[in-house]
């Protein structure tokens, strides 16, 4: 049984930061690689963010150079620190493993709300 849980969200004012935690419970480690992604109210999900088991990453356009996303492997858990929010960044982001032999499983999410 594989199972993610994210924390780490909350409100916070236009320039601040937060870091986000996504823990993965279950065998699979971080998976062969984990996503964030974020769904705004009335929006889509949309990607955030990466990190393969072998460290590479990449961004989406809009989070580039503002939130970076790591891991810590021995903990199963990978972050999203987020600096510079700002109003779009507000959503509910959630974590995504992809297992080896290619299931997915998400997270329940964690909301991120940031004021103006």
């Known amino acids: 049984q594989v199972q993610l849980v994210e924390s780490g969200g909350g409100s916070v004012q236009a320039g601040g930061s937060l870091r986000l935690s996504c823990v993965v419970y279950?065998?699979?480690?971080?998976?062969?690689?984990l996503d964030w992604y974020r769904q705004a109210s009335g929006k889509e999900r949309e990607f955030v963010a990466q990190i393969t088991r072998s460290g590479r990453t990449k961004y989406a356009d809009s989070v580039n150079n503002r939130f970076t996303i790591s891991k810590d492997s021995a903990k199963n858990t990978v972050y999203l620190q987020m600096n510079r929010l700002n109003p779009e960044d507000t959503a509910v982001y959630y974590c995504?493993?992809?297992?080896?032999?290619?299931?997915?499983?998400w997270g329940p999410g964690t909301q991120v709300t940031v004021s103006s």
């Open positions: 279950g065998s699979i480690g971080i998976g062969s690689y």
């Open positions: 995504k493993s992809a297992a080896p032999w290619g299931s997915e499983y």
